[in-house]
């Protein structure tokens, strides 16, 4: 049974960092590309970074040169380094775990971690 548990959110100020972690069971981690996704409150899911089970990273054009995604295969670790934030980062931040060895369908996610960004 895939499992995927995110940690790490909480309140920061602007310009601040935070690192969200995922920790993924069930599945061979290694295999499979991973992604996090967000959501601000009342709307839709947006896709943040992704990566492939080879490591090669997309980012979407919003938190790119801020956010860096990486991936631990020994610990079963998803990782999202999020620097420079802003009030826009607001929302709940998703792992999900790709069908594919690279990120394309996404066949399971976590419950989410709430990060809000405000003076």
């Known amino acids: 049974q895939v499992q995927l548990v995110e940690s790490g959110g909480g309140s920061v100020q602007p310009g601040g960092s935070l690192r969200l972690s995922c920790a993924a069971s069930?599945?061979?981690?290694?295999?499979?590309?991973m992604a996090w996704y967000r959501q601000p409150f009342a709307k839709g899911r947006e896709l943040v970074a992704s990566?492939?089970?080879?490591?090669?990273?997309n980012y979407a054009n919003s938190v790119k040169g801020r956010f860096a995604i990486s991936r631990d295969n020994r610990n079963n670790t998803l990782y999202l380094e999020m620097n420079s934030v802003k009030p826009d980062d607001t929302a709940v931040y998703l792992c999900?775990?790709?069908?594919?060895?690279?990120?394309?369908?996404?066949?399971?996610w976590g419950r989410g971690t709430q990060v809000t960004i405000s003076s």
């Open positions: 069930g599945f061979m981690f290694s295999a499979y590309g």
């Open positions: 990566i492939s089970a080879g490591g090669v990273t």
């Open positions: 999900a775990k790709s069908q594919f060895s690279v990120p394309g369908v996404f066949d399971s």
